[in-house]
């Protein structure tokens, strides 16, 4: 789950892989992430178990309570896998997330709590991947869970340590600072991906695995008015404004367009 991801990204030419994950194989064109009511729990609530959250509680933390034999670790867990990981790069019990996450199977780790990276705000995706590529992919088998920080608001150039981290690389864009200073944390989302492609194809791992990737919600840290400076146009705000993009990639998958409505 990708924190604030928002399709535009993908025509910028300073995100090769991510264009690439999304345009190969799978392409899903009508594809929409609703703004949930607890915004980023909800988002990756629904992501994980495939489930619509409670207007008004935080269902992702009230879940650790109950039984949820069909979230994705607890599946690959029953199946044998050998490695069967989630982590988040930030406080380890933000949303409870404590609770809920080792509840789906998972064995968690988050800054505080197994996950050495350095202290920022927002936290290094690529930190994040660099530190924990090596807890599983010698393993024969596993299954790996990552929730992203990078892209969270504020979109600025003073309080935000990965737009700052990326501030020379969108210097020359034609955005406002907001924009361009969205675009610039979510690089480090990019060069996340960049770095777990080319550790799983050294490790001979890359025939064998599936990335799915999928955003918690649109950029609401952006006002209106610099969403349609990112989006190029006036978006609609009652459907168009929740467009966005799924991930679905593996290595030789023949290209296929799924055009169908669908979250």
């Not at 899903?28 to 509680?57: C, I, K, M, R």
């Not at 991947?129 to 393993?139: C, K, N, P, Q, R």
């Amino acid at each position: 789950v990708a924190e604030g991801f928002y399709y535009p990204l993908l025509d910028l030419d300073l995100y090769p892989t991510l264009r690439r994950l999304a345009t190969e194989g799978f392409e899903f064109t009508n594809f929409y992430n609703p703004l949930w009511n607890v915004s980023t729990s909800d988002g990756e609530y629904v992501a994980l178990t495939g489930l619509l959250p409670e207007t008004g509680v935080w269902s992702f933390s009230r879940s650790a309570e109950n039984d949820l034999p069909f979230a994705l670790g607890r599946q690959f867990t029953a199946l044998g896998y050998d490695k069967v990981m989630a982590y988040h790069d930030h406080n380890y019990t933000y949303y409870n997330r404590n609770l809920s996450h080792p509840n789906l199977g998972y064995d968690f780790k988050a800054v505080n709590h197994g996950l050495d990276i350095g202290e920022s705000w927002p936290e290094s995706d690529l930190e994040m991947a660099e530190a924990s590529v090596d807890d599983y992919i010698g393993a024969e088998n596993f299954h790996v869970y990552y929730l992203t920080v990078s892209g969270h608001l504020e979109y600025n150039f003073y309080g935000n340590n990965m737009a700052m981290r990326h501030e020379q690389e969108v210097a020359d864009l034609p955005y406002s600072d907001a924009v361009r200073a969205y675009i610039a944390c979510n690089l480090e989302l990019e060069h996340m991906m960049s770095y777990l492609l080319q550790r799983l194809e050294e490790a001979g791992q890359l025939e064998n695995t599936v990335i799915a990737l999928v955003s918690d919600h649109y950029p609401y840290g952006l006002s209106e008015a610099a969403i349609d400076e990112l989006v190029g146009h006036n978006v609609e705000r009652n459907f168009e404004l929740y467009k966005n993009t799924f991930i679905l990639w593996k290595p030789g998958v023949e290209h296929q367009v799924v055009d169908e409505p669908m979250c």
